[in-house]
């Protein structure tokens, strides 16, 4: 076999009917109501940005987060989210002009509307609050309300703190403002991503169709996603906590899915058209083969993203919101819009070949990766060496993920931000220049009545617990009291979450106990996505295997999905590690390495990119299936399949990996870490699973890749959907039966190119 250039699936025109009716009839008005929907869109999502947090990563119903609340409520000073840093100069902190200066700034502070537990170094004269060099103190206060109302306050007061105050400077830091200036950075950052990504993925797709008119349908489709998310989140910011870091999602996965969707379904009806096709008459088939495959696609990336809603987190939950929202959309988007403007445009949708310089004086070819000959005889190759490929390609990928083994995972700190944020610069001053951070520790509530004998008592019992350095109070309120526990190791070690578990685990005899600070919200994250990783993959799992056996009627090739899309994921763990927790590359790519990976990021990876892959992955199985059904001919089908897609695929995969590129040129570390790692999992999936594994190992399983037993058979037959017009499931190569139009052709004979069911058809792009 020397290539591949087969018909398109339909059979000659077919009545236009039911959805492709409702779609097509009426184009204009359907494209003005996307008009008018889109701008009420603009105007709903308005400001969405603004009323999202920055945090999530604790779970809601943890004990670090009871303990937090309580000691939040009955002890505002126990928990400070905002700190001054007093810096004297050269002066001593004691110095009695500096020290009149801060009382004058303490009580500036104090008389702030929504400020409370206000107390500084010059009140308590506490070690923990003054620098060992003593020339810089601070002074802590808590700022009430959500992350959206401390935002707010912190943007109201900080101008006036900040800066030169009579002999000391004073900077402002402390988690809410580490958590507000990454959200403004992350809004920065996101333009700027979107202003890189635009124009180079324009360039892209005009490479890819040729045509500037077909070009621009893809990223139309992406906006009116981007746009209608956009709204979605605004309106569930008014019920639940949404992360600022799913518009990074939003923007990747509405540009990203739509330009996969709209290029599947451009493809296909510019296939028809080439084939003799009228315009309506395309535009049916198409939707009812390519438009079946899209929809199905985003049936199973809006499965993988759905997952991390059994996740307590915030963070996590909001990129389901802002995925499933995205998906939809841009599904709709391309199934009906895209649709009604091919309508309008018909021939018309090649027009404006910017590319016709690079062809002057030669023949007209087909568009760039329409033609398939060069990916056909690549999958014959691929075919022809199927062990050498199967057995290289699956140990190089299980080698790149190997750094994964040795992941720590931590907490997101104040070295997410640039170097130079003020924010963190403040809390490397206290890290680096103070003994004991005020909010590093740990801390311990205790709850019901008790005497100072019986405190007393506790104390002892704490400070005899292996890696406590010192117990500090107890404070007390009316029925509970707090102790301030310094661990000996680092804040988030391994040594300081035993003694979290070893601190709950301690009796209190007639007391309630529980445990908060960083350590403590970084078991119970931990515990609490350790619980629900299993539901989240079996969810995903599951689901993925029941739709790829919708499509395809075969056991055996959903079961090779999820594990080749698994595959393709090492290299993306792998390089999170290498890179972000072992800091290599961390120089050229503006970042500081903490040692660590934050717990909730490689659940969010997984989702995400294991929902992308399989999107190719239909893309590909949907085009091998309706060879197959047509022809019943295994090995022609999957050289059809790779033929068809490959140049699809391989381009969507990198149109994405720019999105994504753009995203990971953030600021902000785990923004970095989710655009470049996600990045990498996309082009692995499409140059080297789809293109090397998915070949080479069907070849190798033969045609008991599509065995099933015949109940599953008589199942598929009933519920199934292929993107094949009507061949029977199960049924290879019936269509029309031995002897008629639908026969398959003899082994290794490969159908003449430009012919459908025995008809000449005109060749072309």
């Known amino acids: 076999m020397s290539e591949v250039n087969g018909p398109p699936a339909s059979s000659g025109p077919q009545p236009v009917g039911g959805w492709t009716r409702f779609v097509t009839a009426r184009p204009r008005i359907a494209l003005l109501a996307a008009l008018v929907i889109t701008a ?36 505002p000073a126990s928990q400070p989210n905002l700190l001054l840093l007093v810096d004297s100069g050269t002066a001593s902190v004691d110095d009695p002009a500096v020290a009149a200066e801060a009382a004058r700034l303490t009580e500036r502070l104090a008389a702030e509307q ?47 703190f900040a800066g030169q105050s009579g002999p000391v400077k004073v900077s402002v830091g402390g988690p809410v403002a580490v958590q507000h200036e990454m959200q403004t950075i992350i809004q920065e950052d996101l333009l700027r991503a979107e202003l890189i990504a635009l124009p180079v993925t324009l360039i892209l797709l005009v490479m890819v169709f ?51 969707y709209a290029l599947f379904i451009v493809r296909r009806f510019r296939e028809e058209l080439d084939a003799g096709a009228d315009t309506r008459t395309a535009v049916g088939t198409t939707l009812r083969t390519a438009g079946r495959t899209v929809l199905f696609s985003a049936l199973t ?3 993988s993203l759905s997952a991390m809603l059994v996740f307590p987190q915030y963070f996590l939950r909001s990129f389901a919101y802002a995925g499933i929202a995205v998906v939809l959309l841009a599904a709709a988007a391309a199934l009906i819009l895209l649709p009604a403007a091919l309508m309008l445009l018909g021939p018309r949708v090649n027009a404006l070949d910017l590319r016709r310089l690079l062809r002057r004086g030669k023949k007209k070819e087909a568009a760039a990766g329409e033609t398939g000959r060069g990916w056909a005889r690549f999958a014959e190759l691929v075919m022809r060496r199927a062990p050498v490929f199967a057995i290289v390609t699956t140990v190089g990928l299980v080698l ?67 890696g406590v350095e010192r117990v500090e109070g107890p404070v007390t309120a009316d029925s509970a009291a707090y102790f301030s526990v310094l661990p000996e190791g680092e804040a988030v070690g391994e040594e300081t979450q035993q003694l979290v578990r070893d601190l709950r685990a301690m009796p209190a005899d007639s007391f309630d106990t529980s445990v908060t600070g960083t350590a403590a919200v970084l078991v119970d994250s931990k515990d609490a996505i350790g619980d629900r990783l299993p539901w989240a993959i079996g969810i995903i799992v599951v689901v993925t295997l029941l739709l790829v056996f919708l499509l395809t009627g075969s056991v055996l090739i959903p079961i090779q999905a999820v594990l080749l899309n698994a595959l393709s994921l090492t290299a993306m763990f792998g390089a999170v590690v290498w890179v972000f927790q072992d800091g290599n590359l961390s120089g050229i790519l503006a970042f500081t390495s903490t040692g660590d990976i934050e717990t909730t990021l490689p659940v969010l990876m997984f989702c995400v990119a294991f929902g992308l892959s399989m999107d190719y992955g239909v893309f590909l199985l949907s085009r091998i299936k309706e060879e197959y059904d047509r022809t019943g001919d295994h090995e022609r089908s999957v050289t059809f399949g790779l033929s068809r897609t490959g140049g699809l695929i391989t381009a969507a995969a990198v149109i994405l990996a720019v999105v994504m590129v753009a995203i990971g040129t953030s600021r902000v570390t785990n923004t970095k870490m989710l655009g470049l790692g996600i990045a990498l999992a996309v082009l692995m999936d499409a140059m080297v699973v789809r293109s090397l594994l998915v070949p080479a190992v069907m070849k190798l399983t033969g045609h008991a890749t599509w065995w099933a037993p015949k109940p599953l058979r008589a199942f598929h037959q009933k519920f199934g959907l292929s993107e094949g017009e009507s061949a029977p499931a199960g049924s290879p190569g019936t269509k029309g039966g031995p002897g008629g139009p639908g026969e398959p052709a003899a082994e290794g004979e490969i159908p003449e190119a430009g012919t459908r069911d025995g008809e000449k058809v005109t060749a072309g792009a």
């Open 40 to 75: 009420l869109a603009v105007f709903a999502g308005s400001g969405v940005a603004d009323r999202m947090g920055s945090g999530g990563w604790q779970a809601p119903d943890a004990e670090s987060s009871y303990a937090t609340e309580a000691l939040e409520r009955e002890f």
């Open 114 to 160: 929504d400020i409370s537990g206000v107390t500084s170094y010059w009140q308590t004269k506490a070690p923990a609050l003054r620098a060992e060099d003593g020339r810089e103190a601070l002074i802590a206060a808590r700022i009430g309300g959500d992350e959206t109302e401390a935002g707010e306050t912190l943007e109201r007061i900080a101008p006036a």
């Open 301 to 303: 990336v809006a499965v």
């Open 210 to 260: 040729g045509s500037a008119i077909a070009a621009m349908l893809p990223l139309l489709v992406g906006i009116v996603a981007i746009l209608g998310t956009n709204a979605v989140l605004r309106g569930l910011t008014e019920f639940t906590d949404v992360s600022v870091f799913a518009m990074n999602l939003t923007t990747a996965l509405g540009l990203g899915l739509a330009i996969d």
């Open 400 to 466: 790149l993920g190997l750094p994964f083994l040795g992941v720590k995972f931590g907490t997101a700190d104040d070295r997410q931000l640039p170097a130079g944020a003020e924010s963190r610069v403040v809390q490397e001053h206290i890290r680096d220049g103070f003994p004991g951070s005020p909010s590093g520790g740990l801390e311990m509530l205790v709850e019901g009545e008790g005497t100072p004998a019986a405190y007393a008592a506790l104390k002892d019992r704490i400070e005899k617990v292996p």
